[in-house]
């Protein structure tokens, strides 16, 4: 008895100084483990006779007992102390600045947008918006390009197996100008003698095209008046005035030149004209100016009666003129970019370099994305 007596003293104050978990671990495989020597002693108890065993088993046990007591008690210092060391150590200093956080930036195209809405909100014209997803009538039919008019095969898109609730397939809208036809008929709706209509509608719009300056998916800018008496001079007015606003200068001469699109009749081309600085295009002056030349910006024309008529006014009494313009482009003449890719890459680089604050100038971003 006297023999586990100083047994346990002695593994007592090993344990106390175990300085730390490791060391405690050891001593308790020595004492505890398979092989440790308490577990000896207690292999013993069964080869003694019963009244041996009904002898010697209390204090073996008592000093099995004793030892399992001080290995966990140190335990628990040992892990206390481990604690309060990490906690000295891992304290936040809320002190410290915080790291300069990535801000993201406004895309040119949304700045565009932005900018264009608010040049036409100025003139009185409201944002209209359209589905992407279109119906063949709104897209084609209804725009004077029935089925198989060569016309269409400008504007190659992604159709969908869907048969059109009017007709044809479902497909991805080739241009805003569909939105023209919705506004129309909405107007007629409500007010079914009809009524002064001015609106743009800027979206995506879908054609299968890839090159440096085609993309699947581009942006446009529609844009629609509708009034009584409406002629050419309204429309070549609205868009000079609307150039010069976007490019912030007077000096903007525009050429209309005759075209052919099935929706307008007449159909002009607008040209601008631009001199070359330093290897950019800088507007300004007339095209026939030396060293001058014209660049092709938009096409328009006063809307064709079989259209006015297709959404249902009278187009003896309602005139109008339409204009669709490239966004993208509009963007990379103004902002000096060159390749219309690096627009839908997503190159954070790209975008840090080319994208706005929207701190710095305050724009509609939210409201016009949202909404279209
Ligand atoms: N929708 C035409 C296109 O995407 C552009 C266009 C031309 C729109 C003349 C118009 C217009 O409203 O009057 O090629």
Known sequence: ???????????????????????????????????????ALLKTLGKMSPEERHEKAPAIQALRQSVADALAARKDELEAAELEARLATERLDLTL???????????????????LAEIFADLGFAVATGPEIEDDWYNFTALNMPESHPARAMHDTFYFPDTAPKGGKMLLRTHTSPVQVR???????????????????PGRVYRSDSDATH?????????????????????????ETFLKAFFETDDIVLRLRPSYFPFTEPSV?????????????????????PGHAWMELLGSGMVNRRVIEMSGLDPDEWQGFAWGLGVDRLAMLKYGMDDLRAFFDGD?????????????????????????
């Open 1 to 39: 008895m006297s023999d586990h007596h100083e047994t346990a003293q002695q593994a007592q104050s090993r344990i106390d100084a175990a300085p730390d978990l490791a060391a405690l671990e050891a001593l308790r495989v020595e004492y505890l483990g398979k092989q440790g020597s308490v577990s």
């Open 215 to 239: 993309t699947p998916m581009f942006h446009q800018i529609e844009g629609l008046v509708i009034d009584r008496g409406i002629h050419l001079g309204h429309l070549k007015w609205t868009l």
């Open 269 to 289: 081309e607008v040209d601008v004209g631009f001199a070359i600085e330093n290897g950019k295009r800088i507007l300004g002056g007339s095209g026939d100016e």
């Open 348 to 372: 954070t680089r790209w975008l840090s370099h080319y994208g706005f604050s929207p701190f710095d100038q305050p724009t509609l971003s939210a409201g016009v994305g949202a909404r279209s």
């Open 183 to 201: 506004t129309m008929l909405d107007v007629v709706k409500n007010n079914p003698g009809g009524a002064p209509i001015r609106i743009i509608a």
């Open 97 to 115: 600045p915080a790291p300069d956080a990535q801000r993201g930036s406004v895309h040119p195209v949304s700045q565009v947008m932005d900018e």
